[in-house]
């Protein structure tokens, strides 16, 4: 299979597990006879730096010319005091924005050999697997107007949560359809009891469940989903909520396995190309020290090989083989086990890479770290 993917590294570590990621899927063409083309382009802070703008329109018909778009990460404290409109994230919302993809997927499930890494005891995390659904193009990140006002001495500041009913439909819909393949379970988060937006969220939820004879769906108040999150994980399944809920409930998600290191993303449009990325951020304090935990970017991969190439084998090659490192001791600073030696970024994708060639000799030496 021949396969174009856009590459967009970013800033901070988003250049070191970028480049992580494509190692890795180097070892998965050779293994399994692939070629996959990578072009790169810039987002971000790199290009507000070199361009002038956090998106430059020629990384914007570089991904729609792809079939598939691999993200970093984007922003640093450089950047932090530009105005809001030339932030490196803005870069980041207009490309969701123009590849219309408005469904981001976040998957987070238990590694046994991560018990240990995570803040909650293992009785409760044991088991977890949690599908997060988080609406992507819409919500309090888009909504005109959106700023500062100035009403003779009094200082205001306005942004509009708005949605069309549309939105809201197929995102539920994607829900739905992706727990009618996992345990018929949706759990849909908002906050009803006081925003109009929840009402139409969770009537229209209500209306798409009709479709889905089969899927049992559940509503649950955004501020109880984050206590419940702590309490009893495992009542998850599929999650579908809006744009600002989904942001803040998958980072809580994320840490309940371990490490925000290692969840993944995929971000779903009507006509592709589809885009995945880590759901962390670009980590400014440990940029350049080779120390950044490269997993979740090399399960964004994963996903990509399988949700967009249809590559399945592949794909649990690639998840297989992470499982795998993690069972042998391979550890990056964020999941540091007692009485491991900590790998570094580079250390970790060549021991993912050479369990994926099977590399008896790589391994070999990346077993003097474990
Ligand atoms: C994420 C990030 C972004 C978001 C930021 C960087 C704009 O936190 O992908 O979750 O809020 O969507
Ligand atoms: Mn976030």
Redesign the pocket.
Known sequence: MKKRIAVLPGDGVGKEVARGAIEVLQAVGERFGHQFYFSYGRIGGVSIDQDGTPLPDETIELCKDSDAVLLG???GPKWDSLPGHLRP?KG??KIRKELNLYA?LRPTSYYPSLADSSPLRKEIIEGVDILMVRE?CGGL?FGKPSERRQQGDKETVVDTLYYEKTEMERVIRLAFELAEKRSKKVTSVDKANVLESSRMWRETAEEVAKDFPEVALEHMLVDNAAMQMIKNPRQFDVVVTE?MFG?IL??EASVLTGSLGMLP?ASISTDGPYLY?P?H?SAPDIEGKNIANPIAMILSAAMMLRISFGLEQEAEAVENAVKEVLEGGGRTSDIAAKGKKNVSTTEMVEEIKATILDNEAILNIMGAYA
């Open positions: 990460a984007v922003g994230e980041l919302l981001n992507l990140y744009n942001d998958s980072d993303s990325e759901i951020g």
